[in-house]
């Protein structure tokens, strides 16, 4: 079992940056490709970014290919999303998740955070 926990959302400015994180239980953190998903009020949970267990594979969304940066910290147990040049509809609840594969669907994840919200004005 491993238990996930967000931080760092909040509200930020049209073109501004934040930086999410996600802090994981136990030594098993470097065992499992992670993931960034959102999910707007009304719309679908979407891939954001993955992550490999040595960090070395970092598949993006569309979306979020040139803007965003998927990172891990294993001594720390920690995930971590920077989301440079934000925009309005980057607004959503952002999950992270650990999975069996670097994997941009959320049926590969079998563990999720409770969820940070990010809302970017105009």
């Known amino acids: 079992q491993v238990q996930l926990g967000e931080s760092g959302g909040g509200l930020v400015q049209t073109g501004g940056s934040l930086r999410l994180s996600c802090a994981a239980s136990g030594r098993a953190f470097s065992s499992y490709p992670m993931g960034w998903f959102r999910q707007a009020p009304g719309k679908e949970r979407e891939f954001v970014a993955a992550?490999?267990?040595?960090?070395?594979?970092?598949p993006y969304a569309d979306s979020a290919k040139g803007r965003f940066i998927i990172s891990r910290d294993n001594a720390k147990n920690t995930l971590y999303l920077q989301m440079n040049s934000v925009k309005p509809e980057d607004t959503a609840v952002y999950y992270c998740?650990?999975?069996?594969?670097?994997?941009?669907?959320?049926?590969?994840?079998?563990?999720w955070g409770q969820g940070t919200q990010v809302t970017v004005s105009s």
């Open positions: 992550i490999s267990r040595n960090g070395a594979l970092t």
């Open positions: 998740a650990a999975g069996g594969f670097t994997s941009s669907q959320s049926s590969d994840y079998a563990y």
